[in-house]
Structure formats: C-alpha cells, structure tokens
C-alpha cells in the first residue's frame, strides 16, 4: 500500500490525524460532552483513529525485529476494525434515530457498540498476527504489508483489509439510502452529527477498497493511476477529517465562541478590578504634603 512518491503526503495526514483525535477527545471532555452518550462515542471512534494513526506512522520509521512488526500489525488492525466499527455504529445510530424519531438510540446501544468494536478488532488483530499481515524488509528495516506465496491473491490482505472496508462501506451506503430522503423532515442537529461520520468512512476507505478488488481479481497493480497514489493518503486522513467534522459542527464552534466571550469577559472584568483597585490605593494610602515635608 505504500509507495515512495505517497509517503511524504501519507505522513503528513497521519500526523494531522493524531492531532485531531487528540483535540476531539480533548474538546469533548473540556466541554463535557464525555458525559453523553454521543460524547463517549465521539472519544471511542478518536481513540480507534489515534491507534491507527500512529501505528501507520511508526512504520515509517527504521525496524530493528521482526516482533515489532507484528506488534505494530495488530495496533494496526486493531484501530482499523475499531475505527470501522465505531464509524458503522454511527450509521446504525443516525438509522434507529431517524426510523423511530429518538434522540436516545445512542444510550441504548452504547455498550453493545463497545463490544462489537473491541471483540472485532481483537479478532482481526490476531488474525494479522497469525498470517503475517506485516513483515520485516531486511534490506530497509520496515515494515511491508506481506503478500501471500500466491502474487495473484493476497489472502491476508482481503481477510484483514478488503473485506472489512467493503462491507462497512456497503453497510454505511445502505444507512444513507435509506434514511437521506426522511432526514430532511426532522432539523434535529443530533441526526446531521450522525450523518458526517459514515460519510468520512466511505470517503477515505472505499477508494482503496475497491483499488484492492480490482488487484485480488486481475493481479494487476494500476500504478500509473492518480487513484494508487490518493488511496494511502485518504486511508490516513480519516482522524483528520473526523476532527473537522466535529471541530466544525454548529454545537462546538458555538462551545468555543462561548468561551472565548467568557474568557474576554473575565479578562476584562479583572483589569477594571485591578485599575479600581489601584485608583482606590492612592486615594487611600497617598500621604498629605505636610506629613513628608
């Protein structure tokens, strides 16, 4: 998946992406949105991100065992699946609240969202382990993703990647169509938070899904296309658009807008404070001529 003229781009929107998951966990609890439901729903898909994130990241850099990839392979795919399992959470989600008008689905279905999550990114993860999803290039110390004795279908590849990212793009697809048409209906600013996540999902992972369909079916790698260049770089932005997503959304610019005000209230109120204070000393404390002449 990775290629020399990609890297530098990838590692950027990894990095971007580590920041975002950093500042959606942080937003959420300084604002304490942690303590709703959507809030802990919103720090589990940053969690999954930042782990996969900075798995995809560390990567880059020089491997001195082969232990450390399959280390990094199963964080790797374990962010992957969770973060594809909080993102299709999120589409089940925006579908129960819209067919049955609640504003509490999220409550409801938080801890099986959990188990789902965490069972199926241990699940893969020890699956990656097991077929050697990654493996040491000796002659570079990295980590490449490792492809089957068969060139011309790479078994761990669809099993970890390909059939994951199918299916929860497919799920998500599905989610969309049949509630886009009833959406307009209700203004509920819940439904349209709901709805961004799944959409980022489809974004950054479909392409690359169905770049690697097309190699398990021909064995032909396109690497002439602008496409083998985006996908990496799209797989990576996924935290990063999913900090935009929620950094931007109406509720928190107005969280932040609101502090802002505050703290400019505070600041000013404490300088009057301060002159009225100082004012009042030399009122108070200044010595007539008569008693230091």
Aim: aromatic letters at 14%.
């Amino acid at each position: 998946m990775n290629t020399n003229d990609a890297i530098p781009l990838s590692t950027v929107f990894s990095v971007l992406s580590i920041i975002g998951c950093i500042f959606n966990t942080a937003t959420t609890i300084m604002f304490k949105i942690s303590k709703t439901a959507m809030g802990k729903m919103v720090i589990a898909l940053s969690i999954m991100d930042f782990i996969f994130s900075l798995s995809y990241l560390i990567i880059l850099f020089q491997i001195s065992h082969s232990f450390i990839c399959q280390i990094l392979s199963f964080f790797w795919t374990f962010g992957f699946l969770g973060s594809l399992s909080w993102s299709c959470s999120f589409a089940h989600c925006l579908y129960r609240s819209i067919k049955r008008v609640d504003d509490h689905t999220a409550d409801s279905f938080l801890r099986q969202y959990w188990v789902i999550s965490i069972t199926l990114g241990l699940v893969f993860a020890v699956l990656a382990i097991c077929m050697e999803f990654w493996t040491l290039k000796i002659e570079s110390h990295t980590c490449i993703h490792h492809v089957s004795t068969d060139p011309n279908f790479d078994w761990s590849g669809v099993i970890i990647f390909l059939i994951p990212a199918l299916l929860s793009s497919a799920f998500c697809c599905i989610s969309y169509i049949a509630v886009v048409k009833e959406l307009y209906h209700y203004r509920s600013e819940l439904f349209i938070e709901l709805l961004v996540y799944p959409l980022i999902l489809i974004i950054c992972d479909f392409p690359i899904a169905i770049r690697a369909l097309y190699f398990t079916i021909t064995g032909e790698r396109i690497a002439s296309s602008w496409l083998y260049y985006i996908c990496p770089i799209l797989l990576r932005s996924q935290g990063f658009f999913n900090a935009l997503a929620f950094g931007l959304s109406k509720r928190i610019v107005h969280q932040y807008k609101k502090m802002c005000r505050q703290n400019r209230y505070n600041q000013d109120k404490l300088e009057d404070s301060l002159l009225h204070s100082q004012k009042l000393g030399l009122e108070t404390t200044s010595l007539p001529k008569f008693v230091v002449s």
